[in-house]
C-alpha cells in the first residue's frame, strides 16, 4: 500500500510539472501573439494618423502621387516632421502602388526610379491599411519595426498611399514586459492555486501514510514499551512452531510476571509504573537473540519465546538469567526500584503444539508459581492442568455464594480457663462444596481476595454472627475476623456500625481479630479505624501472635484489648523440649504487663490445658474445649445446660460438658 501511493504521488508531481510546463509555454505564445497584435494595432493606428495628418496639410498630396513636384508648402512640412519620433520614414505611392516621395531623417525627394510596391498596390486597390511586422537587420533600422501602407482617401477614392514606418521598439518592449509580468503573475498564481493543494495533499498524504504505518504498528505492537502485542505473540509463534515441527529441536515460552507490581504504581505513581515496565522491556530485549520473541500481553505481564533449544536445562538457564537481571535494581527520578519475578515455563512440543496451548500451559506454570509464593520459576506439568479446573470450579462457587448467600458460619467456643467458663464463640466461615462438604477459609479465602469478593463474604459474616450472637445470652461474646482488604475499602467503621445497628448486638459483645498484615504499612488511616472501633466500644483483638515478623512492635503501636497466641505454638508443644513452654509463658506474662488479655489457640489435650491452668493463661480455644459447630448446634438449651454446670463448681481440669454436647453436633 504505501509503494503505491508512493507511485501515485510521484506520477500527479509529474503531471503538474507537465501542467505548468505547457501553461508556461502557453503563456509566452500567447504574451508573443498578443504584442504582435498590439503592435499591429498600433502601427495602423499611427499611420492613419500620419496619412490623416498627410491629407490635411500637404495639398498637392494627389500631384505628388502622379510624379509631379511638390510644392515649396509641402517641401516645407516635410522637413519640418521628418523628425518625428517614432514615424521615422515614410513614402508616398500612387495608388497603383509605384513610389513617387521618399521621407527619412537623412533626406526628402522625388524618388529617381519609381518602384512597385505589392504591399503599397494592394492598400490602393483595397481602400484598406495593409500592416507588416519586421525585425531590424542593420543600424539604420531599429529592432521592432512596422510597415503600415495606407490609402489617403478623398472623396471616398484613393488619391495616394502613404507608407508609414513606424518604430516599435519601444512600444513594443513595453508591450511585452508589461504582458511578461502579467503572465508571470498568472503563472505564479496558478502555480500556487495548484501547488498550495498540492503540497497540502502532498503532507496530508505523508501524515495519513504515518498515522496508516502507526495503525499497523499499534495492531501488533504494545503501544507503551513498542513489544509485540498477544496478536503479533500468536502469530510468530505459530509461524516458529511450524518451522520447529520440521526442523526439530524445542521451543521454551517464558511467561513473567512482576510480583507486587501495584506497589510501584501506589507508590510511585504510574509514571513510575510505565517507566518500570519500558525497562523490563529494553532488558528483556537486550538479554535475547534476533530470532527470540518479547511481547507484552497488558498489566505486568511479559512473554519471550526462545526459539532453537535442546534441553529443559537450556531454557531453566536462560529463565535464571532473566530473574537476575530483572532482579538489577532500577532508578526513577533518583528513587532506587528493587522487583522481583515468578516465570512460567512451557516447552514445545511436549507442552503444547499450538500457541494457545503453548501459552495456556505456560500461564498455568506461572499460576502454580505464583501461587507458592512467588519470585519463583515453575516448569508447567500435566498435573497442573486439573489444578487450573479445580480452582475455576472454585471461582465459580465462590461467586455463586457471594451472590446467593451460600456461606455458612460455624461457631467454635471460646472458654477461660479459670472455672471452665463459656466465655463467647469465634465464627468461622465455611463453604459448601458441590457434594455438600464443606471447604476450608484457608482454601478460599486468598481466592477471594484475588477476586476482590472479600469484602462483601467479610459484610456477610459480620452481619451473620451479629444476628446470631443476638440471641445468646448477654454475657457471650462473638469474635469475627477482619481481612486487610475490608479496610483498603475505607468503609469498615461504617460497615461494622451498620451491623451492630441493624441486629441489635451491644458492641461490647462484638470482638474483632486482625493480623499484623494489617498493620505491617503502618497506615495512618488503619489506626484511625481500629481507635474508632475500639472507641465504639468493640474489642480489638491481635490474631495469630507470634508468627510474624515485629508483631512485638506493634503492642505499643495500639492499645489492644486481647492477643492471641498462634495454634502453631501449641501444635509444636510436645516436641519442642520446653522451648514452647517458655515462649507462651514470656506472651501471657507481657500481655499482663501491658493489661490485655490472652488467648491461646490450637488446645487439643489435657496436659496442655495443665500447662496454661498453671502458666495463668486467660482463655483457651481448640478441639479440647469444642470443634466449630453450626449456629444450629450452640442452642438455648446447650446454653442452659452450661449455666447449671457452673453452680456446681468441676474441678479446673475437668473438660466441661457442654463441649462434648457441643462437638457431637
Known amino acids: 500500500m504505501p509503494i503505491l501511493s508512493n507511485i501515485s504521488f510521484r506520477r500527479a508531481i509529474g503531471i503538474l510539472f507537465v501542467v505548468l510546463a505547457i501553461l508556461a509555454g502557453g503563456t509566452w505564445i500567447t504574451v508573443r501573439l498578443t504584442t504582435d497584435h498590439l503592435i499591429d494595432t498600433d502601427a495602423t493606428a499611427n499611420a492613419r494618423d500620419w496619412a490623416k495628418f498627410i491629407a490635411a496639410n500637404v495639398t498637392d498630396l494627389e500631384q505628388i502621387a502622379n510624379g509631379e513636384q511638390p510644392s515649396s508648402a509641402s517641401l516645407a512640412f516635410f522637413v519640418a516632421t521628418r523628425k518625428a519620433g517614432q514615424v521615422y520614414r515614410y513614402l508616398i505611392f500612387n495608388r497603383e502602388g509605384y513610389s513617387q516621395l521618399v521621407s527619412d531623417r537623412d533626406r526628402i525627394a522625388p524618388v529617381d526610379l519609381s518602384e512597385f510596391n505589392a504591399a503599397a498596390a494592394r492598400a490602393g486597390q483595397l481602400g484598406l491599411p495593409v500592416v507588416d511586422i519586421k525585425s531590424g537587420s542593420g543600424s539604420t533600422q531599429p529592432a521592432h519595426f512596422a510597415e503600415a501602407y495606407v490609402p489617403v482617401m478623398v472623396g471616398g477614392r484613393p488619391v495616394a498611399v502613404v507608407a508609414a514606418f513606424v518604430d516599435e521598439t519601444e512600444q513594443r518592449a513595453n508591450y511585452f514586459y508589461d504582458f511578461m509580468v502579467a503572465a508571470i503573475s498568472l503563472c505564479l498564481l ?141 532508578y526513577f527520578r533518583e528513587q532506587e526500584i528493587k522487583t522481583n519475578v515468578t516465570i512460567g515455563v512451557a516447552l514445545a512440543p511436549s507442552d503444547g503444539k499450538t500457541s494457545e496451548r503453548l501459552l495456556k500451559s505456560a500461564d498455568l506454570a506461572l499460576y502454580c508459581g505464583k501461587a507458592a509464593g512467588r519470585n519463583c520459576i515453575r516448569f508447567f506439568t500435566p498435573e497442573m492442568d486439573e489444578a487450573l479446573r479445580a480452582r475455576l470450579m472454585l471461582e465459580k462457587l465462590l461467586r455463586e455464594a457471594v451472590a446467593l448467600n451460600r456461606f455458612e458460619l460455624h461457631y467454635q467456643p471460646m472458654y477461660e480457663i479459670s472455672g471452665n467458663k463459656l466465655i463467647g464463640f469465634e465464627a468461622l466461615v465455611r463453604l459448601p462444596g458441590p457434594d455438600g462438604a464443606l471447604i476450608p477459609p484457608t482454601t478460599f479465602i486468598p481466592i477471594a481476595e484475588e477476586l476482590r469478593l472479600i469484602d462483601r463474604i467479610g459484610q456477610w459474616v459480620l452481619r451473620e454472627a451479629c444476628q446470631t450472637a443476638k440471641t445468646w445470652p448477654s454475657n457471650l461474646t462473638v ?133 496454661l491452668n498453671d502458666a495463668d493463661a486467660d482463655q483457651v480455644q481448640g478441639f479440647y474445649f469444642g470443634k466449630p459447630v453450626s449456629a444450629s448446634a450452640v442452642s438455648a438449651d446447650i446454653l442452659a445446660d452450661f449455666r447449671k454446670s457452673l453452680s456446681t463448681k468441676p474441678p479446673p481440669h475437668a473438660k466441661p460438658q457442654i463441649v462434648a454436647r457441643t462437638s457431637s453436633g
Open 190 to 330: 496558478t502555480g500556487a492555486a495548484f501547488g498550495i493543494p498540492a503540497v497540502a495533499w502532498y503532507y496530508r498524504t505523508k501524515e495519513k501514510q504515518q498515522a496508516d504505518r502507526r495503525i499497523r504498528f499499534l495492531a501488533h505492537h504494545d503501544a507503551l514499551t513498542g513489544l509485540a502485542n498477544r496478536a503479533r505473540l500468536i502469530e510468530r509463534l505459530d509461524g516458529v512452531l511450524a518451522v520447529q515441527s520440521s526442523l526439530g529441536g524445542q521451543i521454551a515460552v517464558h511467561f513473567i510476571d512482576i510480583d507486587h507490581f501495584k506497589e510501584v504504581n501506589d507508590s510511585l505513581g504510574h509514571d513510575g509504573g510505565d517507566f518500570l515496565l519500558n525497562t523490563i522491556g529494553q532488558r528483556l530485549s537486550a538479554l535475547t537473540r534476533m530470532e527470540d520473541l518479547v511481547a507484552r500481553l497488558g498489566g505486568d505481564e511479559f512473554v519471550v519465546v526462545q526459539t532453537a533449544i535442546n534441553s529443559k536445562t537450556e531454557a531453566e538457564e536462560f529463565a535464571q538469567r532473566i530473574a537476575s537481571i530483572l532482579r538489577e535494581p532500577m
Open 479 to 611: 469474635a469475627v475476623n477482619l481481612s486487610p482488604a475490608e479496610f483498603e475499602s475505607g468503609a469498615i467503621v461504617e460497615s461494622v456500625a451498620g451491623a451492630l445497628k441493624d441486629t441489635g448486638l451491644d458492641a461490647h459483645r462484638l470482638e474483632l481479630e486482625i493480623t499484623e498484615t494489617l498493620l505491617l504499612g503502618n497506615n495512618e488511616k488503619t489506626m484511625i479505624d481500629l481507635k474508632r472501633l475500639k472507641a465504639m466500644g468493640i474489642s480489638i483483638v491481635m490474631d495469630d501472635f507470634g508468627t510474624g515478623y515485629s508483631s512485638l512492635s506493634y503492642l505499643w503501636k495500639f492499645p489492644f484489648d486481647k492477643i492471641k497466641i498462634d495454634r502453631s505454638f501449641m501444635e509444636s508443644f510436645e516436641k519442642s523440649g520446653g522451648n514452647v513452654e517458655t515462649v507462651v509463658k514470656s506472651i501471657i506474662a507481657l500481655g499482663r504487663e501491658m493489661h490485655m488479655r490472652v488467648t491461646v489457640e490450637g488446645v487439643e489435650t489435657l496436659d496442655q490445658v495443665d500447662f
